[in-house]
């Protein structure tokens, strides 16, 4: 499948000094107008004038290749055309709904009901909250309480839910919650199977995956863990943020069978790996495991702000306007997420990701075996981390020279951002349209990128 009439292929094209003069005054004039915590553009500075595809042009007319894809909004893209004419359609008509139903709303859920995982296919309700992925958190949170008349929740360490108060107290990173800690309270954290720093010290993914769920299942089993029986387990099947971390295939499965067997409501956030990132349409489907609630975002709204929460029909415990929100579904973004949608089922996309995943990979791991400071490439599809390190054998983490090789592959026209529990992961999320062509230049740019800069290590 060829993709390349939807990207500006001549990137990257850098024609000036970054940041050019013109992106610099719009950096300038936003560092006056917007507060501190605008962030994006301190990694990548320059100021947008035009996204296709896997493309983005500046105000200066240097062309990149987007390695960000818009933190995984942009599955499809910037500027798709395939949606940009549903959308204007649906423009024309109508703007603002909140929970009416319209055409344009119950074809999108019926087609996310059929995608979903197994047991919630077609055996699923599903519920538009507020924009964000944080407000379907929020929600999966008000469901599993309503469901099980109890509050405490487990979440995983890694994980990365959203910057609500809800949500953030189920975020595990210490800088984005200390300052407003207690949050919501009876949240606990347990180990995930993040098999390159295995807390239990394993030697292989499979004995990470084993040793982290047993631990899950002491916990629940032991009446002196300290955890009550919580009302919701929640995880990223594959983490995002936590440096796109791919757990052993047993992991997820046996998470789900445990917190089963507890009957503690199993949640899957897919608000970042969801929608064929991973090569498959949900990454929870590489383990075979079905969640009782999902949430879902980013992608789903093709570009747009729209986010969801799919539960299992039985669940549907809660009452009339029991979650509720102003922008509870966006009629452009529906139009849109409905459109992307087909575009994935009629490209088949889930396999051209997959394939070309598994061949960036392969680049990524021959590069590898010649660094010292590639401690390890992992990913799924489109979804992957480097992480980097100050040695390979100590495995210290160093986010230091992970922000090196960012900034130096922005200079040669590569915009990706950076994650990780250390901040010292690069992570790769384009937009799943992305040419083989513009992904190899992008990889041959990051090994370069890694190469010049483990040379200047003094
Ligand atoms: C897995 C996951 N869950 C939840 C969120 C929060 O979504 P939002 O930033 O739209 O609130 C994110 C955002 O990156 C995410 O990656």
């Not at 929600?139 to 910057?163: D, N, P, Q, V």
């Not at 029986?229 to 594959?238: G, H, L, R, V």
């Not at 009782?292 to 539960?311: C, N, V």
Request: charged share 25%.
């Amino acid at each position: 499948m060829m993709f390349g009439d939807l990207s500006f292929e001549e990137a990257p094209l850098i024609k000036t000094k970054l940041p050019g003069i013109r992106s610099k005054e719009f950096l300038n004039l936003q560092q006056k107008l917007e507060g501190n915590p605008v962030s994006y553009p301190k990694g990548s500075p320059i100021a947008i004038k035009q996204g296709f595809g896997a493309t983005i042009k500046d105000v200066d007319d240097n062309i990149f290749i987007d390695f960000f894809g818009g933190a995984g909004v942009l599955a499809l893209g910037h500027c798709n055309p395939y949606i940009d004419e549903r959308i204007r359609k649906v423009q024309k008509e109508i703007t603002h709904t909140l929970d009416f139903p319209t055409e344009i709303r119950l074809e999108l859920v019926e087609k996310i009901q059929n995608i979903l995982p197994s047991d919630l296919r077609n055996n699923s309700k599903v519920i538009f909250g507020g924009p964000t992925g944080s407000d379907a958190v929020e929600s999966a949170i008000k469901l599993s309480k309503i469901i099980t008349k109890r509050h405490g929740i487990i979440a995983f360490e890694g994980a990365y839910h959203g910057m609500t108060s809800g949500a953030l107290a189920l975020t595990s990173g210490k800088f984005w919650k200390e300052k407003y800690m207690p949050l919501i309270p009876e949240v606990h954290f347990v180990p995930y199977a993040y098999s390159y720093r295995c807390p239990f010290k394993t030697n292989t993914a499979a004995a990470c995956a084993e040793a982290t769920a047993n631990y899950f299942e002491h916990v629940l089993e032991d009446p002196h863990s300290g955890v009550v029986d919580p009302a919701m387990t929640i995880i990223e099947p594959i983490q995002g943020e936590g440096g796109s971390i791919v757990p052993h295939n047993t992991f997820v499965k046996k998470i789900t069978e445990i917190s089963k067997k507890y009957e503690i409501p199993m949640v899957f956030d897919e608000i970042q790996a969801g929608f064929c990132r991973t090569g498959k349409f949900f990454s929870s489907e590489h383990s075979g495991a079905s969640p009782d609630i999902m949430t879902i975002s980013k992608a789903l709204g093709g570009g747009f702000p729209l986010s969801a929460i799919a539960y299992r029909e039985d669940l549907d415990v809660w009452s009339k306007a029991a979650h509720i929100g102003t922008f509870r579904g966006n009629v452009t973004a529906m139009a849109a997420g409905s459109a992307s949608i087909d575009f994935m089922l009629e490209n088949n996309l889930a396999n051209y990701v997959e394939e070309l995943g598994n061949y960036m990979l392969l680049k990524l791991e021959k590069c590898e075996k010649n660094s010292s400071i590639m401690g390890e490439v992992r990913g799924k599809g489109l979804m992957i981390g480097i992480e980097i390190v100050e040695d390979k054998e100590t495995k210290k983490p160093s986010p230091d020279l992970c922000s090196k090789i960012r900034d130096e592959m922005f200079r040669k026209g590569v915009i990706i951002e950076i994650g990780g529990h250390y901040d010292n992961v690069l992570r790769f999320l384009p937009p799943l349209i992305i040419t083989k062509k513009l992904a190899e230049t992008g990889i041959d740019i990051c090994t370069e990128s890694i190469e010049k800069i483990e040379s200047e290590i003094v």
